[in-house]
């Protein structure tokens, strides 16, 4: 049945040729290594995302009135109700986890390097633009954690001279977090920003193609980049391994992992990406004590607060972003083995150390 | 090697900014009372150190609450005209904490002793002090304290048939506040525990044995529905986990059979 189908379809659209060139045809280098499935983790991530949130959308009601209720109903009155929001809470932790494990193999292994530019920019605005739509989806159960969390990071942006305020008043549809703040997060959330994501992972693997997959520093006597900017040249990998089955069983496997230790955090630990105060509805009247933010914006949260003022916080994260954001163009050194750059291991092992450092010590004050 | 040395100015610039956090605990701006009276010895000064251990500190009721006056003024705040009580008589305690209290007051007028009040009897303060305001509690109900006025063994009697329902009530109440951190919603259990826990406060100042007896056996009756209402959810949490149990030790079986089948690949 399933070979009539097969030659069914290959007979109208050729899709026996596809697969050869995409699947079994499609070579990668002999010394490729596991950390390379990420990209495949985040776009099965990506999909449990939009599914979920999808489910969600049938109950939630996005009115400052009713969304705590329909949350509420969701995890208590429909049937695996719970499930799908925990997966969504959960999910968009993973989420950022696994782009910041994603991001850091790109940076060891100076993947980022020409011509693989624009592959590291459109990955980089995809973590800003993951991080947004975390941060949108946040206010979304209207409770009192979304609520001042929102009102802290909106009031941030406050410090910006001259268009704060206005700039404040235009995120919040008001002088305060409120009904219009909701109405315009859920746009972004739902609408906005999943289609910029889906186009941006569109880009992404479009440059993917046509650069050719980066083969790994390690295990070779010469690590230097072998790009030359003469013309458009794909880096094959004649001699590799096929894409199916071989790689495709390490993206399975890696997917599998990954499914382990997100079930695990969403039957053992649900309450990991909530506080108390997640389950207490909205009081713009009533500020909680401690409110933080989500674990992947303690850092920036935290810069905020030690830096003598607002602006110089904002701005010391804003060239700190786009210094990252831009770092194929200033790194242009050939090398791309860690071990053979002890200057850019030195700074990567630094900055790493000191977000950590800044996200426990806003997490603790 | 100048780009490389760039580069690290640019990033290790950020910390010569650094400043240390500033303290963000946010406290309770003292009142006028507070202010003058803390620094007073003896007789005066002495209520505020006690006010400090005391439940009213801990729920922010200061001395105005009580006292009446006006805690931001300092040349006005024990007018009259500002509401300034002071102390007030023996007699006239209960109706004083009875303005907050009300439900507890009409208890203790029915009750023994407030029918001895003015004639000897206990008022609020005998059991629960004064500016040092112990919460209500069984543990109020102790030998020491009771046999100032009388024999220990009545009270002795009823504190044993309330402590049992007590005891059930805080366990009842943690489990409905650990439900609710982690999103079940507990509104209609919550309030039904609110009332069961009302109807149990009335008998704080009951001194009849047997309707004390008698109500803290109704009050068990309903606490008995509430733990079935939570055991069903217990056990739904732990169905979960068997489940989830299940879920991952098979996402780690196809981990590790993937891995395998590559292997035979390479």
């Given at each position: 049945m399933l070979n009539r189908l097969y030659r069914w379809l290959d007979l109208r659209y050729g899709i026996g040729e596809i697969a050869e060139k995409e699947l079994t045809g499609y070579l990668l280098p002999r010394n490729i290594?596991?950390?390379?499935?990420?990209?495949?983790?985040?776009?099965?991530?990506?999909?449990?995302?939009?599914?979920?949130?999808?489910?969600?959308?049938?109950?939630?009601?996005?009115?400052?009135?009713?969304?705590?209720?329909?949350v509420s109903f969701i995890m208590n009155e429909v049937p695996f109700g719970w499930f799908i929001r925990l997966c969504h809470a959960v999910g968009s932790n993973m989420m950022v986890a696994v782009l910041l494990l994603h991001m850091f193999s790109t940076l060891m292994m100076g993947s980022y390097k020409a011509p693989r530019e624009l592959n590291w920019v459109t990955g980089f605005t995809l973590f800003a633009l993951v991080q947004g739509i975390s941060l949108t989806g946040y206010l979304a159960p209207w409770s009192q954690l979304?609520?001042?969390?929102?009102?802290?990071?909106?009031?941030?942006?406050?410090?910006?001279?001259?268009?704060?305020?206005?700039?404040?008043?235009?995120?919040?549809?008001?002088?305060?977090?409120?009904?219009?703040?909701?109405?315009?997060?859920?746009?972004?959330?739902?609408?906005?920003?999943?289609?910029?994501?889906?186009?941006?992972?569109?880009?992404?693997?479009?440059?993917?193609?046509?650069?050719?997959?980066?083969?790994?520093?390690?295990?070779?006597?010469?690590?230097?980049?072998?790009?030359?900017?003469?013309?458009?040249?794909?880096?094959?990998?004649?001699?590799?391994?096929?894409?199916?089955?071989?790689?495709?069983?390490?993206?399975?496997?890696?997917?599998?992992?990954?499914?382990?230790?997100?079930?695990?955090v969403v039957f053992f630990w649900p309450n990991m990406p909530f506080t108390p105060d997640a389950f207490v509805p909205a009081d713009p009247f009533k500020t909680p004590a401690h409110i933080k933010p989500e674990w992947y914006f303690l850092a920036n949260?935290?810069?905020?607060?030690?830096?003598?003022?607002?602006?110089?916080?904002?701005?010391?994260?804003?060239?700190?972003?786009t210094f990252l954001a831009l770092l194929p163009f200033i790194d242009r050194s050939p090398e791309r083995h860690p071990l053979k750059r002890p200057l850019f291991l030195t700074l990567v092992i630094a900055g790493i150390l000191l977000w950590i450092a800044l996200s426990v010590w806003g997490h603790l004050s | 090697m100048i780009r490389k040395n760039i580069l690290a100015i640019l990033l290790l610039a950020p910390l010569l900014f650094l400043k240390p956090a500033a303290a963000t605990a946010l406290e309770q701006p003292e009142t006028v009372c507070i202010q003058c009276h803390g620094s007073m010895p003896d007789r005066l000064g002495a209520p505020v150190n006690l006010w400090r251990g005391s439940i009213h500190a801990e729920n922010g009721i200061s001395c105005n609450g009580c006292h009446g006056g006006d805690p931001k003024d300092a040349a006005n705040a024990m007018s009259p005209q500002r509401g300034f009580l002071g102390a007030p008589k023996e007699k006239d305690i209960p109706a004083f904490c009875g303005r907050c209290h009300p439900g507890v007051y009409k208890d203790y007028l029915a009750s023994a002793h407030g029918r001895a009040l003015g004639a000897g009897g206990p008022t609020c303060v005998t059991c629960h002090s004064n500016h040092q305001v112990v919460k209500a509690s069984l543990a109020l109900i102790n030998e020491k304290s009771c046999t100032r006025c009388h024999s220990f063994e009545r009270a002795k009697t009823i504190r044993d048939a309330m402590s049992g329902t007590e005891a059930r009530i805080v366990g009842i109440s943690g489990r409905i506040a650990q439900f609710q951190v982690s999103g079940v919603d507990t509104e209609k259990m919550g309030k039904a525990l609110f009332s069961v826990r009302?109807?149990?406060?009335?008998?704080?100042?009951?001194?009849?044995?047997?309707?004390?007896?008698?109500?803290?056996?109704?009050?068990?009756?309903?606490?008995?529905?509430?733990?079935?209402?939570?055991?069903?959810?217990?056990?739904?949490?732990?169905?979960?986990?068997?489940?989830?149990?299940?879920?991952?030790?098979?996402?780690?079986?196809?981990?590790?059979?993937?891995?395998?089948?590559?292997?035979?690949?390479?």
């Open positions: 290594n596991e950390w390379y499935s990420l990209g495949s983790v985040l776009l099965v991530i990506f999909a449990i995302q939009v599914v979920t949130g999808m489910l969600l959308m049938i109950y939630y009601v996005p009115d400052a009135d009713k969304a705590f209720k329909s979304s609520f001042w969390a929102t009102t802290v990071a909106t009031n941030s942006v406050s410090a910006i001279p001259v268009l704060g305020p206005t700039l404040v008043e235009f995120l919040r549809g008001g002088k305060l977090v409120g009904p219009a703040t909701l109405g315009r997060f859920f746009a972004l959330h739902a609408a906005v920003l999943p289609v910029v994501i889906a186009a941006l992972i569109g880009a992404h693997l479009f440059f993917l193609k046509r650069t050719g997959i980066s083969a790994p520093p390690f295990g070779k006597d010469e690590t230097a980049n072998p790009f030359e900017a003469r013309e458009y040249h794909y880096q094959g990998h004649p001699g590799g391994i096929p894409f199916f089955p071989n790689y495709a069983l390490q993206d399975l496997s890696s997917i599998s992992i990954y499914f382990a230790v997100f079930l695990a949260y935290q810069t905020l607060k030690i830096f003598p003022s607002e602006l110089l916080g904002l701005s010391v994260q804003a060239a700190a972003m | 009302n109807r149990f406060h009335t008998l704080f100042h009951d001194v009849d044995v047997n309707r004390v007896k008698n109500e803290s056996a109704a009050i068990n009756k309903e606490l008995d529905k509430l733990d079935a209402a939570l055991k069903v959810i217990d056990d739904e949490h732990a169905r979960r986990r068997v489940v989830g149990g299940i879920a991952v030790a098979f996402a780690v079986l196809l981990a590790i059979l993937f891995h395998l089948m590559k292997k035979t690949y390479d």
